[in-house]
Protein backbone atom coordinates (compact mmCIF):
# COMPACT_ATOMS: atom_id res chain seq x y z
CA UNK A 1 0.00 0.00 0.00
CA UNK A 2 2.63 2.38 0.63
CA UNK A 3 4.37 1.71 -2.77
CA UNK A 4 1.03 2.51 -4.35
CA UNK A 5 0.61 5.74 -2.58
CA UNK A 6 2.42 8.39 -4.11
CA UNK A 7 1.66 11.07 -1.44
CA UNK A 8 2.93 9.23 1.33
CA UNK A 9 6.12 7.76 -0.71
CA UNK A 10 7.05 10.39 -3.33
CA UNK A 11 8.39 8.67 -6.67
CA UNK A 12 11.87 9.84 -6.00
CA UNK A 13 11.84 8.32 -2.54
CA UNK A 14 14.02 4.76 -1.97
CA UNK A 15 13.56 2.81 1.36
CA UNK A 16 16.49 1.36 2.99
CA UNK A 17 15.52 0.51 6.33
CA UNK A 18 12.33 -1.43 8.04
CA UNK A 19 11.38 -2.39 11.42
CA UNK A 20 8.57 -3.50 13.59
CA UNK A 21 7.68 -3.21 17.64
CA UNK A 22 4.98 -1.93 19.86
CA UNK A 23 2.45 -3.03 17.05
CA UNK A 24 3.97 -0.17 14.87
CA UNK A 25 5.41 -0.96 11.45
CA UNK A 26 8.63 2.15 10.54
CA UNK A 27 10.11 2.30 7.26
CA UNK A 28 13.30 4.71 6.54
CA UNK A 29 14.41 6.33 3.53
CA UNK A 30 15.93 9.60 1.26
CA UNK A 31 15.92 11.08 -1.97
CA UNK A 32 19.37 10.51 -1.93
CA UNK A 33 19.45 14.37 -3.37
CA UNK A 34 23.02 15.25 -2.15
CA UNK A 35 22.67 19.15 -3.76
CA UNK A 36 22.56 21.96 -1.05
CA UNK A 37 19.01 22.09 0.54
CA UNK A 38 17.40 19.28 -1.53
CA UNK A 39 17.89 16.13 0.78
CA UNK A 40 15.41 14.49 2.49
CA UNK A 41 14.94 11.53 4.63
CA UNK A 42 11.47 10.06 5.16
CA UNK A 43 10.26 8.12 7.90
CA UNK A 44 6.86 6.17 7.41
CA UNK A 45 4.77 4.75 9.87
CA UNK A 46 1.67 2.66 10.25
CA UNK A 47 -0.06 0.39 12.66
CA UNK A 48 -1.46 -1.39 9.57
CA UNK A 49 -5.07 -1.33 11.22
CA UNK A 50 -7.12 -1.55 8.09
CA UNK A 51 -4.94 -4.76 6.95
CA UNK A 52 -2.11 -4.63 4.27
CA UNK A 53 -4.29 -3.17 1.51
CA UNK A 54 -6.33 -0.60 3.33
CA UNK A 55 -4.36 0.67 6.13
CA UNK A 56 -2.68 4.04 5.87
CA UNK A 57 1.15 5.40 6.34
CA UNK A 58 2.16 8.70 7.92
CA UNK A 59 5.07 10.56 6.81
CA UNK A 60 7.62 12.52 8.52
CA UNK A 61 10.01 14.33 6.20
CA UNK A 62 13.91 15.05 8.26
CA UNK A 63 15.35 18.07 6.33
CA UNK A 64 19.30 17.94 5.67
CA UNK A 65 20.10 13.98 5.36
CA UNK A 66 19.42 12.80 2.10
CA UNK A 67 18.63 9.59 3.50
CA UNK A 68 18.11 7.63 6.32
CA UNK A 69 19.43 3.79 6.45
CA UNK A 70 19.05 2.14 9.35
CA UNK A 71 15.96 1.78 11.93
CA UNK A 72 15.47 -0.26 15.17
CA UNK A 73 13.19 -0.87 18.15
CA UNK A 74 14.03 -1.67 21.88
CA UNK A 75 11.37 -3.08 23.77
CA UNK A 76 13.15 -1.74 26.86
CA UNK A 77 13.15 1.31 26.27
CA UNK A 78 10.55 1.32 24.20
CA UNK A 79 11.89 4.00 21.58
CA UNK A 80 12.53 3.59 17.97
CA UNK A 81 15.92 4.77 16.72
CA UNK A 82 16.78 5.81 12.97
CA UNK A 83 19.66 7.72 11.57
CA UNK A 84 21.51 7.89 8.31
CA UNK A 85 23.60 10.73 6.78
CA UNK A 86 24.28 14.33 8.44
CA UNK A 87 24.69 14.56 12.41
CA UNK A 88 21.74 13.55 13.57
CA UNK A 89 20.04 10.49 15.53
CA UNK A 90 16.38 10.44 15.69
CA UNK A 91 14.42 8.54 18.48
CA UNK A 92 10.40 8.21 19.25
CA UNK A 93 8.77 6.32 21.08
CA UNK A 94 5.02 6.29 19.52
CA UNK A 95 6.02 7.09 15.34
CA UNK A 96 2.75 6.93 13.94
CA UNK A 97 2.84 10.55 15.88
CA UNK A 98 4.47 13.25 13.77
CA UNK A 99 4.75 16.25 16.35
CA UNK A 100 4.51 16.45 20.18
CA UNK A 101 5.96 14.51 23.00
CA UNK A 102 5.57 11.21 21.30
CA UNK A 103 7.39 12.22 17.79
CA UNK A 104 10.53 12.18 16.86
CA UNK A 105 13.01 13.80 18.18
CA UNK A 106 16.85 14.58 16.72
CA UNK A 107 19.68 14.62 18.73
CA UNK A 108 23.57 14.80 17.90
CA UNK A 109 25.37 12.12 16.73
CA UNK A 110 28.46 12.16 19.67
CA UNK A 111 31.76 13.75 19.24
CA UNK A 112 30.26 16.06 16.57
CA UNK A 113 30.40 13.15 13.78
CA UNK A 114 28.82 13.56 10.44
CA UNK A 115 29.84 9.85 9.78
CA UNK A 116 26.50 8.41 7.78
CA UNK A 117 25.00 5.45 9.72
CA UNK A 118 24.29 2.05 7.23
CA UNK A 119 22.91 -0.22 9.90
CA UNK A 120 21.15 -0.76 12.99
CA UNK A 121 20.15 -3.00 15.56
CA UNK A 122 18.63 -3.21 19.44
CA UNK A 123 19.28 -6.24 21.73
CA UNK A 124 20.12 -6.44 25.42
CA UNK A 125 18.56 -2.81 26.03
CA UNK A 126 21.64 -1.64 23.88
CA UNK A 127 20.95 -0.30 20.00
CA UNK A 128 23.97 -0.29 18.49
CA UNK A 129 24.42 1.93 14.97
CA UNK A 130 27.28 1.46 13.09
CA UNK A 131 28.93 2.89 9.74
CA UNK A 132 31.50 4.70 7.61
CA UNK A 133 35.00 4.61 8.49
CA UNK A 134 34.30 1.88 11.16
CA UNK A 135 32.53 3.80 13.13
CA UNK A 136 29.95 2.45 15.78
CA UNK A 137 27.45 4.48 18.15
CA UNK A 138 25.99 2.84 21.13
CA UNK A 139 22.84 3.85 23.35
CA UNK A 140 20.89 2.33 26.06
CA UNK A 141 18.09 4.70 26.10
CA UNK A 142 18.35 6.08 22.71
CA UNK A 143 18.73 9.64 23.98
CA UNK A 144 22.15 9.63 25.11
CA UNK A 145 24.77 8.46 22.62
CA UNK A 146 29.00 7.38 22.28
CA UNK A 147 30.69 6.68 19.96
CA UNK A 148 33.77 3.94 19.32
CA UNK A 149 35.61 4.28 16.49
CA UNK A 150 37.58 0.70 14.81
CA UNK A 151 40.29 2.95 12.89
CA UNK A 152 39.73 1.80 9.71
CA UNK A 153 38.23 2.99 6.34
CA UNK A 154 35.73 0.34 6.38
CA UNK A 155 31.80 0.45 5.76
CA UNK A 156 30.13 -0.90 8.50
CA UNK A 157 27.13 -2.41 6.88
CA UNK A 158 25.31 -4.45 8.43
CA UNK A 159 25.35 -6.06 12.08
CA UNK A 160 23.46 -8.91 14.50
CA UNK A 161 23.30 -10.12 17.59
CA UNK A 162 23.17 -13.31 19.25
CA UNK A 163 25.31 -15.05 22.08
CA UNK A 164 25.82 -11.85 23.90
CA UNK A 165 27.71 -10.05 21.43
CA UNK A 166 26.95 -8.05 18.64
CA UNK A 167 28.55 -8.86 14.76
CA UNK A 168 29.58 -6.42 12.29
CA UNK A 169 30.11 -6.66 8.81
CA UNK A 170 31.97 -4.68 6.10
CA UNK A 171 31.82 -4.04 2.99
CA UNK A 172 35.56 -4.56 1.66
CA UNK A 173 39.22 -5.22 2.61
CA UNK A 174 40.48 -7.79 3.68
CA UNK A 175 39.01 -8.10 7.23
CA UNK A 176 35.70 -7.80 7.08
CA UNK A 177 33.80 -8.95 10.13
CA UNK A 178 33.88 -6.93 13.79
CA UNK A 179 32.78 -8.52 16.31
CA UNK A 180 31.33 -5.71 18.94
CA UNK A 181 30.68 -6.93 22.79
CA UNK A 182 29.58 -4.29 25.16
CA UNK A 183 27.42 -6.79 27.17
CA UNK A 184 29.28 -8.23 30.75
CA UNK A 185 29.66 -12.15 30.89
CA UNK A 186 27.03 -13.81 33.91
CA UNK A 187 29.05 -15.27 36.00
CA UNK A 188 27.95 -18.66 38.49
CA UNK A 189 30.28 -19.66 41.25
CA UNK A 190 29.29 -22.91 43.04
CA UNK A 191 30.58 -26.07 44.58
CA UNK A 192 32.75 -27.95 41.43
CA UNK A 193 30.59 -30.94 40.09
CA UNK A 194 32.00 -33.99 41.52
CA UNK A 195 33.13 -32.46 44.68
CA UNK A 196 32.44 -34.22 48.36
CA UNK A 197 30.16 -33.06 50.66
CA UNK A 198 30.69 -33.57 53.46
CA UNK A 199 34.77 -34.70 52.73
CA UNK A 200 37.80 -35.25 54.34
CA UNK A 201 39.85 -34.56 51.37
CA UNK A 202 41.54 -30.73 51.16
CA UNK A 203 41.77 -29.06 49.23
CA UNK A 204 37.99 -28.26 48.07
CA UNK A 205 36.67 -27.21 45.13
CA UNK A 206 34.56 -24.36 43.18
CA UNK A 207 33.75 -23.61 39.86
CA UNK A 208 33.29 -20.08 38.16
CA UNK A 209 31.97 -20.48 35.10
CA UNK A 210 30.58 -17.79 32.47
CA UNK A 211 28.48 -17.09 29.33
CA UNK A 212 31.34 -15.47 27.54
CA UNK A 213 35.14 -16.37 27.54
CA UNK A 214 37.12 -14.88 30.50
CA UNK A 215 40.06 -12.68 30.63
CA UNK A 216 42.07 -14.72 32.74
CA UNK A 217 44.39 -12.28 33.68
CA UNK A 218 41.76 -10.60 35.64
CA UNK A 219 40.28 -13.39 37.85
CA UNK A 220 42.54 -13.48 40.83
CA UNK A 221 42.17 -14.47 44.39
CA UNK A 222 41.21 -10.99 45.59
CA UNK A 223 37.97 -11.31 43.75
CA UNK A 224 36.67 -14.18 46.37
CA UNK A 225 36.16 -13.91 49.85
CA UNK A 226 36.85 -17.20 51.80
CA UNK A 227 35.60 -18.27 54.99
CA UNK A 228 37.20 -21.12 57.14
CA UNK A 229 39.64 -21.28 54.27
CA UNK A 230 43.05 -19.85 53.18
CA UNK A 231 44.07 -18.19 50.00
CA UNK A 232 42.00 -19.62 46.66
CA UNK A 233 44.32 -20.77 44.10
CA UNK A 234 42.57 -20.48 40.38
CA UNK A 235 43.07 -22.69 36.79
CA UNK A 236 41.25 -23.12 33.88
CA UNK A 237 40.46 -20.76 30.65
CA UNK A 238 37.76 -19.89 28.17
CA UNK A 239 34.50 -19.68 30.21
CA UNK A 240 34.92 -22.13 32.87
CA UNK A 241 37.50 -22.00 35.85
CA UNK A 242 38.41 -24.22 38.87
CA UNK A 243 38.97 -22.54 42.23
CA UNK A 244 40.63 -24.44 45.18
CA UNK A 245 40.49 -24.01 48.49
CA UNK A 246 42.50 -25.49 51.80
CA UNK A 247 40.52 -25.51 54.74
CA UNK A 248 41.71 -24.36 57.78
CA UNK A 249 39.36 -26.22 60.46
CA UNK A 250 36.92 -28.31 60.77
CA UNK A 251 33.14 -26.86 59.20
CA UNK A 252 31.55 -25.34 56.69
CA UNK A 253 34.44 -23.72 53.67
CA UNK A 254 32.52 -20.96 51.67
CA UNK A 255 33.58 -18.63 49.26
CA UNK A 256 31.41 -15.61 47.66
CA UNK A 257 32.47 -12.69 45.37
CA UNK A 258 34.68 -10.16 47.10
CA UNK A 259 33.95 -6.53 47.25
CA UNK A 260 36.32 -5.63 44.73
CA UNK A 261 34.73 -8.02 42.65
CA UNK A 262 35.83 -7.33 38.94
CA UNK A 263 36.31 -9.98 36.00
CA UNK A 264 36.28 -9.47 32.46
CA UNK A 265 35.24 -10.98 29.00
CA UNK A 266 38.05 -10.73 26.22
CA UNK A 267 36.01 -7.38 25.18
CA UNK A 268 36.82 -6.03 28.48
CA UNK A 269 32.93 -5.99 29.87
CA UNK A 270 33.60 -5.98 33.54
CA UNK A 271 31.40 -8.64 35.53
CA UNK A 272 30.83 -7.33 39.23
CA UNK A 273 28.94 -10.23 40.69
CA UNK A 274 27.95 -13.75 40.41
CA UNK A 275 25.54 -15.90 41.02
CA UNK A 276 25.38 -19.65 41.76
CA UNK A 277 24.17 -21.54 44.94
CA UNK A 278 25.88 -24.32 47.33
Known amino acids: NLAQDATAAPAT????????????????????NTAAGAGKGFIFSSNLSGGASASTWSKVEIAGPHFLAAVAYDPVSGRFVTAGAG?????????????????????????????????????GGRFVLTGDNGVVFTSADG???TVQDFGNAELLVSLAFGNNVFVVTTAGGTDRTVTYDSIAPTLTLQQAAGQSDPTKTSPVSFTLSSTETLDASTITAADFTVTNGGTPTITGSGS?????????ADGAVTIAPSGSFS??????????TAGGAD
Open 13 to 32: TNIYGATQGAGTFVLVGGND
Open 87 to 123: NKIYYAKNPALSSGADGWTAVDKPGGSTVAVRAATAA
Open 143 to 145: VAW
Open 240 to 248: SFTITVAPT
Open 263 to 272: INDVAGNAAT
